[in-house]
């Protein structure tokens, strides 16, 4: 597509359930990194794909969070048992070669509610 | 540690009018890269600006414009001739190529343009 794309834009879940969010970025893109945006806070690292090396996993809050990236492509974030903590808007980019000085491409993230 | 400061969580101009959004960072590295970025409603964050460390030319781009102080850490940024459509978060950004594949994150200034 013609930018990143993020799904589902909204999704309401009950605590204790497992919610998957999916991002799929520019097509050609080999950088990938989920964020997290909480209420009045900035946004908070989670992970980093860069094309195949091993992703940089330091930012993930609690062993509840995983990600994976397939084929070098799509990517889906995965929070199990969600905690009411855990609502925000998740936020995917991507970047062309992920190296320091290149822009950032946004989806319009996921907003996460566990009620 | 790299930390991004932004001390105005909200603010106002008058349509035409400039303002300026302040930013401070702290960081050891010498080697870095600045942004700002804006979020709309719509959420999907877009580059606004860059600057590399290692001008000391200061980055514009039309109405868009920055003050890097080096020495005092310091990455505001100037919007002239304020536009309705400038309503949205701005967000300041630092990443260097030395302290990981992350980017850090103020926690945003929210900006209201006038009519």
């Known amino acids: 597509g013609a930018g990143v794309s993020q799904s589902p834009s909204n999704k309401v879940t009950e605590k204790g359930k497992d919610v998957e969010l999916r991002c799929d970025p520019i097509?050609?893109?080999?950088?990938l990194y989920w964020y997290r945006q909480s209420l009045g806070q900035g946004l908070e690292f989670l992970i980093y794909?860069?094309?195949?090396?091993?992703?940089?996993k330091s930012g993930l809050p609690s062993d509840r969070f995983s990600a994976e990236r397939t084929g070098g492509s799509v990517s889906t974030l995965t929070i199990q048992r969600t905690q009411q903590e855990d609502s925000a808007v998740y936020l995917c980019?991507?970047?062309?070669?992920?190296?320091?000085?290149?822009?950032?491409?946004f989806g319009s993230g996921t907003q996460l509610s566990v009620l | 540690a790299q930390t991004v400061t932004q001390s105005q969580p909200e603010m106002s101009v008058q349509e035409a009018e400039t303002v300026t959004l302040s930013c401070t960072y702290d960081?050891?590295?010498?080697?870095?890269?600045l942004f700002w970025y804006k979020q709309p409603p719509s959420r999907q964050m877009i580059l606004v600006i860059r600057?590399?460390?290692?001008?000391?030319q200061n980055a514009t781009e039309n109405r868009f414009s920055v003050n890097f102080q080096k020495a005092a850490k310091s990455f505001s940024l100037k919007i002239s001739d304020s536009q309705l459509g400038d309503t949205a978060m701005y967000f300041c950004?630092?990443?260097?190529?030395?302290?990981?594949?992350?980017?850090?994150f103020g926690t945003g200034t929210s900006l209201t343009v006038i009519p």
């Open positions: 960081t050891s590295e010498n080697n870095y890269y």
């Open positions: 600057q590399e460390a290692y001008k000391q």
């Open positions: 794909f860069q094309g195949n090396s091993a992703p940089d």
């Open positions: 980019a991507s970047s062309l070669l992920g190296v320091a000085h290149e822009k950032l491409f």
């Open positions: 097509s050609g893109h080999t950088a």
């Open positions: 950004a630092f990443i260097s190529p030395n302290t990981g594949n992350q980017f850090y």
